[in-house]
């Protein structure tokens, strides 16, 4: 619960960034094109603050509900309009520029996510190399032989530098392949090829991890369950265990890696368990009860330790990624372009079943997300933030009535039969998109509220 006003606050700016972003470039676009903004507001409903501004004394304003932001403009569909300013409403402008003012939002949401790629990428940031952990039995990177600490240097030839990279392009793979060929090396330097079938990603609709059904885990070194340090005051130190204390078994189960004691005690939240200890030469036994701990949203066992290093140092697993200016802004487009297309592609398969609708998320979601990349660091935050903008411009550029997307088919339709549609026609219109766009808030809110409580 204490993560909630952090939590509230990181989604607030997320969304108050990618609104104003959304409707400034409504905004900028209607200005070019000459027609004239009566109000910019950011949220819907009652007026919290207004203030007008500028030679046509726009209406700027702060509105109670917050999913959302309008720009409205003169049009004579909405109201009586001077003579002398009908040239300026929107009503009264081309086809070509009413596409543009209404294209000019999502774009600007495209906009703001190359741009923040290319900051990220060019300031540069700390990344997990792709190191692959041992894959739990039976699972395909199993099957595929892959061992604890190889690192994969490309898949299906293409590079990769990172583990964020490698994730990304295996979930992209998997929506229409079979399988990827990945070559490895080893810690001993010794190249292999791995082959990895990614039919078991798709599986229950694309719901929960997808990697993790692959059994791609991210390295863990071999380490034995010895404790390196004891936090003062914490549960180790009050039953009396100490640094060097190696942990032989947990309630009759016999531990064999400190990953193994890891597991085992975020399980074990507030339950007794008894644990044999070797110290010294002589075995020692303790009971003690994990505290319960909050952490991403759910509950987990801590008893306050450290590993202690193993005999040998352990295996680099990070590094350092910046590019130059213009390496920076190619990848930014990339980076904006593939994961549009994939957003396009996984709504594809949403509406022919093969991904399943309860992957769609709403504001509960989002906010969760929001959080915990905040909590990551400034650039994992702004890395979601672009990757949200990315989903806004996608999903307002869907031919749905109310939506941008569907007043530009609107405009499409115009232009096949050389004359708008009927008033009447375009009422139907927005009734269905009104009822389709609060199907998926339904639904998508419904979704949100099952993750919270179903963990």
């Known amino acids: 619960m204490n993560n909630i006003p952090f939590y509230l606050a990181a989604f607030l700016v997320v969304l108050g960034v990618l609104i104003v972003f959304h409707e400034l470039g409504h905004y900028l676009a209607a200005r070019l094109c000459g027609v004239k903004v009566l109000r910019f507001s950011v949220g819907f409903g009652r007026m919290l603050w207004k203030k007008q501004l500028g030679k046509d004394q726009t209406e ?6 917050p999913l959302g932001g309008y720009v409205k403009m003169l049009d004579e569909r909405e109201g009586k309009v001077a003579e002398e300013e009908v040239h300026r409403a929107f009503n009264r402008q081309g086809v070509g520029k009413r596409s543009i003012i209404v294209a000019a939002g999502p774009l600007a949401n495209f906009a703001l996510a190359i741009l923040i790629y290319w900051a990220v990428f060019m300031h540069g940031s700390e990344e997990l190399l792709p190191v692959l952990g041992t894959p739990p039995v039976g699972t395909p990177a199993a099957m595929a032989v892959i061992g604890n600490g190889e690192q994969v240097r490309t898949v299906d030839g293409q590079p990769v530098a990172t583990w964020n990279d490698l994730r990304w392009m295996l979930l992209q793979k998997a929506v229409d392949h079979e399988s990827v060929a990945l070559e490895v090396i080893n810690e001993r330097e010794e190249i292999a090829v791995r082959h990895l079938y990614l039919a078991a990603a798709g599986e229950q609709g694309w719901e929960g991890d997808a990697l993790e059904r692959l059994g791609i885990r991210f390295y863990r070194p071999d380490l034995p369950a010895v404790i390196g340090k004891v936090v003062a005051n ?3 130190d009050r039953v009396g265990l100490l640094p060097g204390d190696q942990i032989l078994s947990i309630a009759g189960k016999d531990v064999a890696s400190w990953y193994e004691l890891v597991a085992i ?3 074990s939240a507030t339950k007794s368990i008894h644990l044999e200890v070797e110290r010294q030469g002589q075995i020692v036994a303790v009971d003690l009860v994990p505290e319960a701990v909050s952490e991403r949203g759910q509950t987990v066992g801590k008893i306050g330790v450290a590993v202690a290093d193993g005999p040998k140092p352990r295996r680099e697993v990070r590094t350092f990624i910046s590019y130059g200016v213009f390496e920076a802004a190619g990848k930014a487009l990339e980076e904006t372009w593939d994961k549009s297309i994939f957003s396009l592609v996984m709504m594809g398969k949403m509406l022919t079943g093969e991904v399943s609708w309860r992957n769609l998320s709403g504001p509960v979601t989002i906010a969760d997300y ?14 979601f933030m672009a990757l949200v903008s990315i989903s806004l411009g996608v999903l307002n550029l869907l031919p749905i009535p109310v939506l941008d997307g569907g007043h530009l088919l609107y405009h499409a339709i115009e232009v096949v039969m050389r004359r708008p549609l009927s008033e009447r026609a375009m009422e139907i219109g927005q009734q269905v998109g009104m009822s389709i766009l609060f199907a998926l808030m339904a639904f998508a809110f419904f979704n949100d509220l099952t993750r919270l409580f179903n963990g």
């Not at 700027?60 to 509900?65: E, L, R, T, V």
């Open 60 to 65: 700027w304003a702060i509105s109670i509900f």
């Open 234 to 236: 914490g549960v180790a």
């Open 265 to 267: 005690i975020r399980d």
């Open 370 to 383: 929001a959080g915990q990349s905040a909590r990551l660091g400034l650039d994992y935050y702004l890395k």
